[in-house]
């Protein structure tokens, strides 16, 4: 079977990007002294340079010396930058520009930050909204009971009041997220799914509370057995038809490929060969190879584990791969004589995710990075350590031989992820 996730630089810079945002939304500063300026690439340079000048003349008015400085600090940074650019060289897919004063709490002082970022797709809009687009809401609705007497209607009627408002509230939240009032109450995505294991959807499709935009997007109503989180996983394998293309269906498809052919694998397999590895071990131990044996390399986006190079005087050099620099020389004495560790120094340390995505082209194979927010993904970085590679052709498993004795002899810690 044919995996649907695209292998391509598409994707790989996709990645570097989501963790540039995470990099940028960790950060933490002052007041208001962080700024960011989205410019979609068909808005006029001239009015956010306008606008950056007005804010700056009405910073002057904060009363805290040290929050007006770092505001205008940042502002001057902005205008700065977008003096770089003309309306004719401006990004076809436009700009997006975070400068600022943030808080460095590991050394307590301040750092300067100016960053400027091209998306991978065209902006719509120079808005920029800092709230989260999924909202979890969470009710407590009288059930149906044929109870109370005299006063049985009246608890219908409060149920029904109940529900009513419910779904109110629920439509509501649709509304603000996903119509923009900008373009005149546009729906922002391509298509709704609903589920549920109550009749509460249906009765939401066939009230008017959503309206028009998003009442004609609906594409399918799902009766699922479950809710909260393991309803949504249910919603999401039994709708893989109409999410192909979205990448967390991509990300499940190849890791139960992977998984698969694993098992095959093991199963058919009688001789002493393999053609796979699992683990960041067993996987380093053929990269350094330099052979081109892995086909396809799946890794788990979040690792932190790092590639550390060792050299001793003119001799080759030794690479190591650890969650840390203690493990790494943990590593090293197994590898060299004690005595002789002294005169053995690190050259190079790097993330092996940095190091993988800049040349995986050279090492002749594709690179998957994976998320565990699936089911596949949550087994995927538990059960296989966020590492899994797919070999051209079976390899003879003595070539793992020295990790086993390591193991026996408890000289290598288990990398905890």
């Known amino acids: 079977m044919a995996t649907a996730m695209q292998n391509d630089d598409s994707a790989i810079e996709k990645w570097k990007l989501r963790r540039t945002i995470q990099y940028l939304s960790s950060l933490r500063g002052h007041g208001t002294s962080l700024v960011t300026i989205i410019v979609p690439a068909q808005s006029q340079l001239s009015q956010t340079t306008r606008l950056l000048t007005d804010e700056y003349a009405l910073s002057s008015s904060i009363r805290s010396p040290q929050t007006r400085h770092n505001v205008q600090q940042a502002l001057s940074a902005a205008q700065g930058r977008l003096r770089l650019y003309t309306q004719n060289t401006l990004p076809k897919n436009g700009l997006v520009l975070y400068t600022g004063i943030v808080d460095d709490g590991e050394q307590n002082r301040e750092t300067k930050i100016s960053m400027c970022i091209e998306p991978l797709q065209p902006l719509q809009r120079d808005l920029y909204r800092c709230t989260t687009i999924l909202k979890r809401i969470q009710v407590s609705l009288p059930k149906k009971h044929g109870r109370g007497g005299q006063s049985a209607a009246r608890f219908e009627r409060l149920r029904r009041e109940a529900v009513h408002n419910y779904l109110t509230k629920v439509a509501e939240n649709a509304k603000s997220v996903f119509l923009n009032n900008q373009q005149h109450g546009l729906c922002n995505v391509d298509g709704f799914i609903l589920s549920g294991s109550a009749n509460l959807k249906e009765e939401l499709v066939k009230s008017d509370l959503l309206g028009t935009q998003i009442q004609n997007k609906i594409l399918r109503i799902i009766d699922v057995s479950y809710g909260g989180d393991s309803g949504l996983q249910e919603t999401l394998r039994l709708c893989t038809d109409l999410l192909a293309d979205i990448k967390l269906t991509q990300e499940r498809e190849l890791l139960n490929e992977a998984f698969c052919q694993i098992n095959l694998s093991s199963t058919k397999n009688e001789t002493n060969t393999v053609s796979y590895t699992i683990g960041i071990d067993e996987t380093s131990l053929i990269l350094n190879e330099g052979s081109n044996l892995i086909d396809r390399l799946i890794i788990w986006e979040n690792l932190i584990t790092k590639r550390y190079v060792y050299q001793k005087r003119d001799e080759e050099k030794i690479i190591i791969v650890a969650d840390n620099e203690q493990q790494a020389q943990k590593k090293l004495k197994i590898l060299i004589k004690e005595n002789d560790?002294?005169?053995?120094?690190?050259?190079?340390?790097?993330?092996?995710?940095?190091?993988?995505?800049?040349?995986?082209?050279?090492?002749?194979?594709?690179?998957?990075?994976?998320?565990?927010?699936?089911?596949?993904?949550q087994q995927f970085r538990l059960g296989f350590g966020g590492c899994i590679a797919l070999l051209r052709y079976p390899i003879s498993t003595s070539i793992f031989d020295s990790l086993e004795n390591n193991n026996e002899n408890n000289e290598i810690d288990t990398y905890d992820y």
């Open 341 to 377: 560790n002294e005169q053995i120094e690190c050259i190079d340390e790097m993330n092996l995710i940095d190091y993988l995505t800049e040349n995986y082209k050279e090492m002749n194979m594709r690179l998957y990075l994976v998320t565990d927010r699936s089911p596949e993904g």
